[in-house]
């Protein structure tokens, strides 16, 4: 009995809709008999373009960053510079009812928990924030067209997966549930520091928009959306092609937000101090966090505002060679609303046993330059599935070097 052949659509095919890393399609248009399936999926990945593993992550863990470790990833900047971190950790469940089999037709039910966060930056803000602004004596650090996004979002989805021919459909519709989320985008700033540091002029006009920190436990709501998935693929007699389109979608969040609209110059020479015996009644006893942050960001009005899901859009083409041992993949993906260059792979596929797949993929754009992966399946005798692979491997080596990261891992059973 060939168990490749009758448990591959309905794992294999949802977990191409809801992995990160590239897929096999040709495994798709597999007839199978089991009328369930189960599965969980997590995903954790990032990458830059400039921002070197080892930078990131002794920041995130709060260790001692050395001027090396800030030098490696100064060497790479660009004048715009990008950074993304996306975690996913989700489960699905299959079926196809006893009266759709004909009809080769079965539909799916799935929750997710993701993490987004996305970064825009220019050098000179780099080198502002990781080495102070000495630098820039006499000249301007400039800013301008640096973004965040971040959000932390739960998706609940349905979905219908039919088969026509050599063709293959899926539509997902659902609903997100917000959880945080911050997006700042400064459209113009510029820090100048005089000669021997005697003043600094700020020049800063900005929008702030995030939601309720008091409120941003896991079972908060502070946003509510809808989103749809879409996927396309047909066979040929030796090649697959295939095109999704993940997250097209929306959350509006609540009326406890808060956004921010601001633009200001600041001009900062020092404080006077007249008597430093009694420092504590000088005028400068009078400052404080908030009055300076209203001066300089302004004040946080209430209300609700709507961000766009980073859509996926993902097109990949597989070649079968003669005896079915090898193929070879190429796509391209592109995400929108965040500052992300097309990505474009290349991946060659080894079927080691029929059910047991190797394949290697390199890859280029995206937040990060090139990188190389690994991708292991394997499917049990049991009904079991097993997935796990890195688009990372060079940066798993060679962390001072590198700046993309990560791993991902499905497991999956059919009924």
């Not at 930078?55 to 863990?61: A, Q």
């Not at 928990?113 to 006499?138: I, M, S, V, W």
């Not at 502070?222 to 993940?246: E, P, R």
Request: aromatic share 16%; proline share 2%; with cysteine.
């Amino acid at each position: 009995m060939n168990l490749f052949k009758n448990i591959s659509l309905p794992i294999l095919l949802i977990i191409s809709l809801i992995s990160k890393a590239q897929n096999s399609d040709d495994v798709l248009y597999k007839y199978m008999d089991s009328t369930s399936a189960i599965f969980m999926n997590f995903n954790i990945e990032s990458n830059s373009n400039a921002m070197t593993n080892e930078l990131l992550n002794k920041y995130i863990d709060n260790y001692y960053i050395s001027d090396i470790v800030k030098d490696n990833a100064k060497e790479k900047l660009s004048d715009i510079n990008r950074l993304g971190i996306d975690i996913e950790a989700s489960a699905i469940y299959y079926h196809r009812p006893e009266k759709w089999k004909q009809k080769e037709m079965g539909y799916y039910l799935g929750i997710k928990d993701r993490y987004q966060f996305d970064l825009k930056f220019t050098a000179d803000l780099f080198k502002l924030f990781f080495y102070g602004n000495k630098q820039f004596e006499n000249n301007n650090a400039k800013l301008s067209d640096s973004r965040l996004y971040y959000t932390r979002f739960q998706q609940f989805e349905f979905g219908i997966i039919k088969k026509i021919g050599n063709s293959v459909f899926n539509f997902g519709i659902g609903i997100n549930k917000g959880q945080q989320n911050q997006t700042l985008n400064i459209e113009r700033s510029n820090l100048f520091t005089s000669e021997g540091g005697e003043y600094i002029n700020f020049d800063l006009k900005y929008k702030y928009r995030y939601t309720d920190s008091t409120r941003n436990s896991y079972g908060d709501i502070n946003g509510i959306g809808a989103f749809t998935d879409l996927y396309f693929s047909h066979k040929f007699k030796n090649s697959v092609i295939s095109i999704s389109a993940k997250d097209i979608g929306f959350i509006v969040w609540s009326e406890s937000s808060y956004h921010i609209e601001n633009e200001n110059q600041w001009h900062f020479d020092g404080i006077n101090v007249n008597d430093i015996i009694h420092i504590a009644d000088n005028s400068f006893n009078s400052l404080s966090k908030d009055s300076v942050r209203k001066n300089i960001l302004g004040i946080p009005e209430k209300g609700n505002y709507i961000t766009m899901l980073p859509a996926t859009i993902n097109i990949n083409y597989c070649y079968n060679f003669s005896g079915n041992k090898w193929s070879i993949e190429t796509g391209l993906r592109q995400k929108f609303f965040i500052y992300y260059l097309p990505l474009i792979y290349l991946s060659p596929v080894y079927r080691l046993t029929n059910n047991f797949i190797i394949k290697g993929t390199v890859s280029y754009g995206g937040y990060g330059n090139l990188n190389a992966g690994i991708d292991l399946s394997k499917i049990f005798r049991n009904g079991f599935y097993l997935r796990a692979g890195s688009n990372y491997i060079n940066g798993l080596i060679l962390p001072g070097n590198n700046s993309g990261q990560g791993a991902y891992i499905s497991i999956g059973k059919a009924f």
